[in-house]
């Protein structure tokens, strides 16, 4: 059962804090990927990982960072949380021979007060 | 500049109708990949459909299909018999090549939501 499976589901901070997403998959994908998407926005790319330990900036990655130490995890790190990263964070992954089909994670929503 | 442009934020629709979702997209890229995919109230991101830029085929799956208008840089999802377990998030996405790089990105638009009454 192909699966990406994100931790937790919902998280409520407050500003300063540090915050630790966690996306893990079952399939081997090589690919994997931080998203977030904001109310009247389109999914925005925060950082691709294409293996362990081989992580790039997508179009958003200020005040974030990533870390993929397996193949099948990759985390993403807020240091000192700010009310504007209050968003919903999609983790997906990819298959390096078929990147353009992800599979998507069910999103953690996370508010920073 | 926008990529990809969806210009109705929101739809709604009597079930049993069919319904027309617009997509435009702005490339470069002689091959390059357009996703349809709905975001459901669970959360999860679900995929629908998708049309490559090379293929002249019409695609399909299930009550969706797709209106690939290549000339014109747009693609419509179409959903016939609508149920109220469509009611949800459409997005639209075009995957390309990054530039300078061998890896490909996908750039989402902003999605529309669709409800469908019983």
């Known amino acids: 059962d192909m699966k990406v499976t994100q931790m937790p589901r919902y998280l409520i901070k407050r500003m300063g804090e540090n915050v630790l997403l966690e996306c893990g998959q079952d399939m081997s994908h090589e690919t994997m990927y931080w998203y977030r998407q904001d109310p009247g926005l389109g999914l925005q790319l925060i950082y691709i990982s294409y293996d362990v330990d081989s992580n790039s900036e997508g179009d958003i990655p200020k005040g974030y960072r990533v870390s993929r130490k397996k193949r099948e995890h990759f985390s993403l790190i807020l240091d000192s949380a700010k009310t504007n990263q209050t968003s919903v964070y999609f983790c997906a992954s990819s298959l390096l021979g078929d990147q353009n089909t992800l599979y998507f994670g069910a999103g953690t929503r996370l508010s920073v007060l | 500049a926008e990529k990809v442009i969806q210009v109705w934020s929101t739809a709604s629709r009597q079930e049993g109708e069919e319904l027309t979702l617009d997509c435009s997209y702005e490339?470069?890229?002689?091959?390059?990949?357009l996703f349809w995919y709905k975001h459901l109230l669970s959360g999860e991101m679900v995929f629908l459909i998708r049309q490559t830029s090379s293929s002249t085929a019409k695609e399909r799956s299930g009550r969706y299909s797709v209106v690939f208008q290549k000339s014109l840089k747009s693609i419509s999802l179409i959903i016939s018999a609508l149920q109220p377990d469509d009611s949800g998030k459409y997005f639209c996405a075009l995957w390309e090549l990054a530039p300078g790089a061998n890896t490909g990105k996908l750039t989402f638009g902003h999605g529309t939501i669709l409800r469908v009454h019983p």
């Open positions: 490339t470069s890229q002689v091959l390059y990949h």
